[in-house]
């Protein structure tokens, strides 16, 4: 099983990211994706969720209306599109994938920096 993350960077306040999460080694499909960010001295906190249809997604309250969630089956790929950054989305995104079962997998992360 491999999940792989891509997209991070440092971007100033304002600007936008995208990232990618690569699957392989596992039916992507069954899975739902999730996208969650640890900040230092913090606690690693759930981002944004879609369901394995992809027809469900849920954001947390920090980033709703800023953050956007999708997933491409036919590239096993789920994407986070980031806007309206802000210095206190700084934190390393993990990504996660996870099924009925309640199987967790989980990348290794990519580090997001949002400063001037």
């Known amino acids: 099983v491999q999940l792989v993350e891509s997209g991070g960077g440092l971007v100033q306040p304002g600007g936008s990211l995208r990232l990618s999460c690569a699957a392989s080694?596992?039916?992507?499909?069954?899975?739902?994706m999730n996208w969650y960010r640890q900040a230092p001295g913090k606690e690693r906190e759930l981002v944004a969720g879609?369901?394995?249809?992809?027809?469900?997604?849920n954001y947390a309250a920090s980033v709703k209306g800023r953050f956007t969630i999708s997933r491409d089956d036919a590239k096993n790929t789920v994407y986070l599109q980031m806007n309206s950054l802000k210095p206190e989305d700084t934190a390393v995104y993990y990504c996660n994938a996870r099924n009925f079962f309640d199987v967790n997998y989980w990348g290794t992360g990519t580090r997001v920096t949002v400063s001037s």
């Open positions: 879609i369901s394995s249809s992809g027809g469900s997604t």
């Open positions: 080694r596992f039916t992507f499909s069954s899975y739902a």
